[in-house]
């Protein structure tokens, strides 16, 4: 600890601003950066060492070392917030780091457009007003045999407009087993309330028959807004259960004259029961069982940007795009752009999609091939399984879809396992790699899980994990 009087002489010796602008040091920094940011860090900077003035020496003041932590200030200041990072957590739509990574196709059309105008809400042969969904919707009408289809910001957006534009004032029934609360407190009662509908529970928990919707919909008299069904997502009620299939429900609502909407919430438009996931519902089947309206996400099984998908009826989606929230739920231009790309690599067919977009790759990457890449990085990271303080090894793992699709379904995955002292102080290390490593913990170690790892990115992981060890 230094004395008064020590301390004293330190702060008469840190430099002045004029002189640490001066300096050589100071030259690429102000080449780097505009002079304005440069005066307020190393202000900044000062303001900081005359604060600790007690516990720095002589060489930590020098005008070469203000200038280093002016640097560092500088680059921390100019790293972006949202900023790409590698998914070691082994849940391939992680909702905390973006969910569905886009494919490069859609990247592309991204960087094609977003530094220019676009054609958006025109009609390039008459020079009239057109709508902006079309594009998309003429691809979700390709893929899923909807009459017609349209966007908006997310599928609780759907949900809440599909609800306002076709049910407003009415009962809507609904199954006690599909009243849902999923991440971020978004509640199916809640989002009913805010419709503007009012909600018609029917059957219980685990057990809801046909006759229970019919017999809602005779008590409500004629004031029955629509039949709905949600699938579940995040979780599954097993053993004695029961419940009423799309085509059940479609027939009954014809029979009533009552609408029926489906929310499918991951958006699944291939089969992936050929790849041993069974239990996901597909988009073509409640297109084909008649529904007038289903919704989903963009950003799950789809493998697109964050959006909500309506598709169905032209009648029921055409009532939807009339109605005031509409306006207020639609995305920008952006997602329009990134969605058409996606959608277009569905053209090619089921396996075609699964090889192109990223969450399909993912989802259905064997066993094996991860075993094998996971054996590659350790050896490349070292031969003998030692990195200095660390140990590393790898072994089989489990992955999981994330985001509600696949609910609790764990897929065989291998990963990276690495082992110190302390795992958690190891984790924030690759945390504070560029780009960040993010993993996860279990038995004391931290398992990178190859499922969500780009194949790409194996030569940063090396490079971090070697890193993170200094």
């Known amino acids: 600890m230094q004395t008064s009087a020590s301390t004293a002489a330190l702060l008469r010796s840190l430099p002045k601003v004029d002189r640490l602008l001066a ?12 002079r304005a940011e440069v005066v ?30 002016v640097a560092a200030a500088l680059a921390l200041r100019s790293r972006p917030y949202y900023r790409r990072v590698i998914n070691g957590t082994g849940v391939i739509l992680h909702t905390g780091i973006g969910r569905a990574v886009l ?23 008459s020079g009239q007003r057109g709508g902006r969904d079309e594009g998309c919707a003429a691809l979700l009408r390709e893929i899923t045999g909807c009459e017609d289809a349209t966007v908006v910001n997310n599928n609780a957006g759907a949900t809440l407009l599909l609800l306002a534009a076709l049910a407003r ?8 087993g599909e009243l849902v609360e999923i991440g971020g407190s978004f509640r199916i009662p809640d989002v009913m309330s805010e419709s503007g509908a009012r909600l018609v529970e029917v059957g219980t928990t685990n057990r809801t028959h046909l006759s229970d919707y019919r017999a809602a919909i005779d008590s409500l008299a004629g004031d029955t807004g629509m039949i709905l069904k949600v699938h579940t997502s995040n979780y599954r009620v097993l053993g004695f259960t029961s419940e009423v299939e799309i085509e059940e429900l479609v027939a009954l609502g014809r029979e009533h004259g009552v609408p029926v909407a489906h929310d499918l919430g991951s958006g699944c438009a291939v089969d992936l029961a050929a790849h041993g996931f069974t239990g996901e519902p597909l988009l073509r089947r409640s297109v084909a069982a008649g529904a007038d309206l289903i919704c989903f996400s963009g950003d799950k099984l789809l ?25 207020a739920l639609r995305p920008g231009r952006l997602i329009y752009t990134a969605l058409e790309a996606t959608l277009r690599l569905y053209r090619g067919g089921e396996a075609a999609a699964c090889e192109r977009l990223p969450v399909l790759r993912q989802l259905t990457a064997t066993p094996d091939s991860l075993m094998d890449r996971a054996r590659r990085l350790v050896e490349r990271i070292t031969p003998r399984g ?20 696949l609910p609790v379904r764990e897929i065989e995955s291998w990963g990276v396992r690495l082992r110190s002292g302390d795992a958690d102080a190891l984790a924030a290390r690759l945390r504070a790699a560029d780009p960040p490593i993010i993993g996860r913990i279990e038995d004391a170690a931290v398992i990178l899980d190859l499922r969500c790892v780009l194949p790409e990115h ?10 993170a060890d200094g």
Do not use: F, W
């Not at 900081?48 to 720095?56: F, M, N, S």
């Not at 194996?458 to 890193?467: G, K, L, P, Q, T």
């Open 23 to 34: 300096a050589p040091e100071m030259e690429p920094i102000l080449a780097a950066h505009s």
């Open 303 to 327: 493998g697109g940007p964050q959006a909500g998908l309506l598709i169905g009826r032209k009648e029921a989606v055409e009532r939807c795009r009339r109605h005031p929230l509409y306006r």
């Open 386 to 405: 030692y990195c200095g303080g660390l140990r590393i090894g790898m072994g089989p793992c489990q992955s999981q879809a994330g985001s509600g699709a």
């Open 40 to 69: 307020q860090a190393v202000r900044g900077v000062l303001d900081e060492l005359r604060r600790a003035a007690g516990q720095l020496n002589e060489a930590e003041v020098s005008a070469a070392a203000v200038c280093a932590r």
């Open 458 to 467: 194996d030569d940063v992981i090396v490079r971090a994990v070697i890193d």
């Open 169 to 176: 004032g009415r009962g809507v029934v609904l199954s006690r």
């Open 103 to 125: 494919a490069p196709e859609a990247v592309a059309a991204l960087a094609e457009t977003a530094g220019h105008a676009q054609r958006l809400e025109i009609d390039l042969e």
